[in-house]
């Protein structure tokens, strides 16, 4: 990859202050774990389990990604090779 095309990481702020040590408890996770739910908004320990056992009834439709009926036939036409 040409340094030109390089992608760099863009560190997100939390909006919240939140005490991680005591989520990392709760959660049973990592305290960086806990950053990075803050980081997508996620600002109580309510959510973040939400967040952290969500069931797949709770999951957005993957068909409605852009593409994926492509990536579909794809895999379809894979298996039948």
Same mark, same amino acid.
């Given at each position: 990859?040409?340094?030109? *095309?390089?992608?760099?990481?863009?560190?997100? &702020?939390?909006?919240?202050?939140? @005490?991680?040590? *005591?989520?990392?408890?709760?959660?049973?996770?990592?305290?960086?774990?806990? *950053?990075?739910?803050?980081?997508?908004?996620?600002?109580?320990?309510?959510?973040?389990?939400?967040?952290?056992?969500?069931?797949?009834?709770?999951?957005? @439709?993957?068909?409605?990604?852009?593409?994926? @009926? &492509?990536?579909? @036939?794809?895999?379809?036409?894979?298996?039948?090779?």
């Amino acid at each position: 990859m040409q340094p030109s *095309q390089q992608r760099s990481w863009q560190e997100r &702020k939390s909006t919240e202050a939140v @005490d991680l040590p *005591q989520w990392s408890a709760r959660l049973g996770c990592a305290p960086l774990v806990c *950053q990075l739910l803050t980081q997508r908004c996620i600002s109580s320990l309510e959510e973040a389990q939400t967040f952290l056992t969500a069931s797949l009834s709770q999951l957005p @439709d993957p068909m409605a990604l852009s593409g994926m @009926d &492509k990536a579909v @036939d794809r895999l379809v036409q894979a298996i039948e090779a």
